[in-house]
């Protein structure tokens, strides 16, 4: 593959990579091909494994970001409790963004390699899908299909993974219902260098740029690679 394509495939800006798999979801084409005999395995133990989110492009996340920043969307700390971001210096309001949003250009949603899942059997039809940790922790409808993930992921039956398991303190929040296609997302996370990034940003109409851009270097470290 040519380096700027790969570049930009890994930083959300083409999609020529992926299938959609579900109306409006999309995953790339090789992770498709994993992903359907997993939901498989699941459904044999009563878990009917559904995708929250799968792609995203680089625009979906830079609206995500731009809005937080302008205070149009909330922002929460780790515990989902509400930032009053205009306290904050800039410096201190990016690193709150990306506590539970990626910097745009660097989501792991852009690879196609990556989802977000949840268990349909678990809940009603009406249940309003929050992705928050209470609904995967004990006492939560996803607790089992969380333990089910574990076990599957544990025992090696996949290749897929948990990159936010909660290990790397100081970086991006615990995210038990993120999976990630090991084999295709060890080419984007090796593709998506530090300049890469930030070319992109340098060019890029996105809030607190001037933020980002001087804290890039530890950005990159703490909440992108893991
Ligand atoms: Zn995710």
Known sequence: MEQSELSAQCT???????QEVFPGHFLHRDVVDAYLPLVEQAAKEGIALR???????????????NAKARG???????EGKPVAMAALSERDQVLAILRWSALPGASRHHWGSDMD?????????DY???????EYAPGGPFYR?????????????????????GAKAGGVAAEPWHLSYRPLAAVCEKALTLEVLRK???NTDICLQGAIL?????????????
């Open 12 to 18: 959300g800006q083409s999609m020529s990579h992926l």
């Open 51 to 65: 995708l929250a989110s799968g792609f995203r492009s680089f625009e979906r996340q830079l609206s995500i970001w």
């Open 72 to 78: 149009e969307r909330p922002v929460v700390d780790s």
């Open 117 to 125: 899942v949840w268990d349909s059997a678990a809940v009603s039809d």
């Open 128 to 134: 309003q899908l929050q992705l928050t940790p209470d």
């Open 145 to 165: 299909c969380s333990l089910w993930l574990d076990g599957v992921i544990h025992r090696g039956e996949t290749d897929f993974f948990r990159p936010y398991n």
């Open 200 to 202: 992109l940003i340098e």
């Open 214 to 226: 001087d804290d890039l270097d530890e950005i990159y470290s703490r909440f992108i690679t893991l």
